[in-house]
């Protein structure tokens, strides 16, 4: 058996950002004008009309500022409301091919490896492009990677679970060197004229590279342990599947709102909280290490009281700010990759054997522990 290790993060932002009150102007133009064409229906009681959202509740409620995107000209004009992007050519390399091959590119740089070397590209992440070719497979192409690769898609838990298959893999002898990549466009299946999840989401993408203990040049962590779980729920559903209404000419396409992001988020926060905060007790507990004996914790960045209650179970008190780093006043939700950009901002100040655990958790409902080491 080989020790599987992390030695590299990176992290593709994109270059455009929304801030809330850039996002409650615009959905706010767009109510009035959904309420000014339905004026008649809405006084016959027909059609509900439009609530104007709030640049303090969307604060309050999820501790989020801003978000990136890869287009805001779409999402900010209230007769669009949905990012436009060019549709591509078949032999032009795909949106998520190509925010993968930055974070690829600078986390193979941080380690000093060779794409050329890696020989397993694992596409994690829970809004795929498209169905076939795998996304995967087109990544490790344009890095000019060897081996193979997959995609798949758990949800906000790709990322964990995207680590846990890759470093098995290690461990077994059936890969060298892994990059578990997770680009998200969660701007694409985000619902933006529905004001009680409209704030919600942001784009980027992460990658962590994984190599053999025995081959890496510079060693971070050590991934000590992997946990997962799932549990069917509908309260996180999509039923779009694949990328869609993002290209200038599906502009006209009708409201179809139970395609897009939908969630229950009272019922996701009950039920999610206990399963998680239980999930991370229960892997460290078979791994030995008691709450005082855990230095961080990167949580998934979806809601700040979600992960303030979460890191006040694991720890049994409140959390200092450095034991549970959030990026998500900046970066927003970005699904599975929410994990990795805390993990990849923020993983100096460890000495040798002190411990870290990343945990991504949301639709599913899954949740996946990362147990981490550093060397
Ligand atoms: N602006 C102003 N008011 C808004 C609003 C907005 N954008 N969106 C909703 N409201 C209103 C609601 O209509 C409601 O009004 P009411 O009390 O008159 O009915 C009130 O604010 C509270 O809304 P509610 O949805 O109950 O808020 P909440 O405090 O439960 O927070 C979430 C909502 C979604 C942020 C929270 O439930 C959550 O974080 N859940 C978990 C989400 C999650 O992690 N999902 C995983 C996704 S991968």
Same mark, same amino acid.
Request: net charge negative; glycine share 6%.
């Given at each position: 058996?080989?020790?599987?290790?992390?030695?590299?993060?990176?992290?593709?932002?994109?270059?455009?950002?929304?801030?809330?009150?850039?996002?409650?102007?615009?959905?706010?133009?767009?109510?009035?004008?959904?309420?000014?064409?339905?004026?008649?229906?809405?006084?016959?009681?027909?059609?509900?009309?439009?609530?104007?959202?709030?640049?303090?509740?969307?604060?309050?409620?999820?501790?989020?500022?801003?978000?990136?995107?890869?287009?805001?000209?779409?999402?900010?004009?209230?007769?669009?409301?949905?990012?436009?992007?060019?549709?591509?050519?078949?032999?032009?390399?795909?949106?998520?091919?190509?925010?993968?091959?930055?974070?690829?590119?600078?986390?193979?740089?941080?380690?000093?490896?060779?794409?050329?070397?890696?020989?397993?590209?694992?596409?994690?992440?829970?809004?795929?492009?498209?169905?076939?070719?795998?996304?995967?497979?087109?990544?490790?192409?344009?890095?000019?990677?060897?081996?193979?690769?997959?995609?798949? /898609?758990?949800?906000?838990?790709?990322?964990?679970?995207?680590?846990?298959?890759?470093?098995?893999?290690?461990?077994?002898?059936?890969?060298?060197?892994?990059?578990?990549?997770?680009?998200?466009?969660?701007?694409?299946?985000?619902?933006?004229?529905?004001?009680?999840?409209?704030? %919600?989401?942001?784009?980027?993408?992460?990658?962590?590279?994984?190599?053999?203990?025995?081959?890496?040049?510079?060693?971070?962590?050590?991934?000590?342990?992997?946990?997962?779980?799932?549990?069917?729920? =509908? =309260?996180?559903?999509?039923? =779009?599947?694949?990328?869609?209404?993002?290209?200038?000419?599906?502009?006209?396409?009708?409201?179809?709102?139970?395609?897009?992001?939908?969630?229950?988020?009272?019922?996701?926060?009950?039920?999610?909280?206990?399963?998680?905060?239980?999930?991370?007790?229960?892997?460290?507990?078979?791994?030995?290490?008691?709450?005082?004996?855990?230095?961080?914790?990167?949580?998934?960045?979806? /809601?700040?009281?979600?992960?303030?209650?979460?890191?006040?179970?694991?720890?049994?008190?409140?959390?200092?700010?450095?034991?549970?780093?959030? %990026?998500?006043?900046?970066?927003?939700?970005?699904?599975?990759?929410?994990?990795?950009?805390?993990?990849?901002?923020?993983?100096?100040?460890?000495?040798?054997?002190?411990?870290?655990?990343?945990?991504?958790?949301?639709?599913?409902?899954?949740?996946?522990?990362?147990?981490?080491?550093?060397?």
């Amino acid at each position: 058996m080989h020790q599987p290790v992390i030695t590299a993060t990176g992290v593709f932002t994109p270059a455009e950002t929304i801030t809330n009150a850039e996002l409650v102007e615009a959905f706010n133009a767009y109510a009035e004008k959904y309420n000014a064409k339905h004026a008649a229906a809405i006084a016959a009681g027909e059609v509900v009309a439009k609530d104007p959202s709030s640049e303090d509740f969307i604060f309050k409620a999820s501790g989020i500022e801003q978000r990136y995107v890869l287009d805001k000209s779409g999402v900010l004009n209230p007769d669009i409301m949905h990012p436009l992007f060019r549709k591509r050519a078949d032999d032009e390399p795909g949106v998520m091919a190509e925010m993968a091959l930055d974070a690829c590119t600078k986390a193979l740089k941080e380690a000093g490896v060779d794409a050329s070397e890696v020989d397993l590209v694992i596409c994690a992440a829970s809004n795929l492009e498209r169905a076939y070719p795998a996304i995967g497979v087109e990544i490790q192409s344009l890095l000019g990677a060897g081996g193979f690769a997959f995609d798949m /898609n758990v949800a906000c838990s790709s990322a964990t679970f995207g680590i846990q298959a890759a470093s098995d893999m290690i461990r077994a002898g059936s890969a060298r060197k892994a990059l578990v990549v997770n680009p998200e466009i969660c701007s694409a299946h985000l619902e933006w004229r529905d004001r009680d999840c409209h704030f %919600i989401f942001g784009d980027v993408c992460t990658a962590t590279l994984i190599e053999r203990e025995s081959d890496a040049k510079n060693p971070l962590f050590k991934i000590r342990s992997t946990r997962c779980a799932t549990e069917f729920s =509908n =309260n996180i559903r999509n039923n =779009n599947g694949f990328l869609r209404r993002t290209y200038t000419e599906d502009q006209d396409l009708p409201d179809e709102r139970d395609m897009q992001f939908m969630q229950n988020g009272r019922k996701v926060f009950k039920e999610v909280v206990p399963m998680v905060s239980a999930h991370i007790l229960a892997h460290m507990d078979d791994e030995g290490i008691a709450p005082d004996g855990l230095k961080r914790m990167w949580l998934h960045q979806a /809601n700040k009281s979600m992960n303030d209650f979460v890191g006040r179970k694991v720890l049994g008190r409140v959390p200092e700010s450095d034991e549970q780093p959030n %990026i998500l006043q900046d970066y927003a939700n970005t699904s599975s990759a929410g994990s990795i950009i805390s993990f990849s901002q923020n993983s100096d100040g460890f000495s040798k054997g002190e411990i870290g655990v990343i945990c991504s958790f949301g639709a599913g409902y899954s949740v996946g522990s990362v147990i981490l080491e550093r060397l």
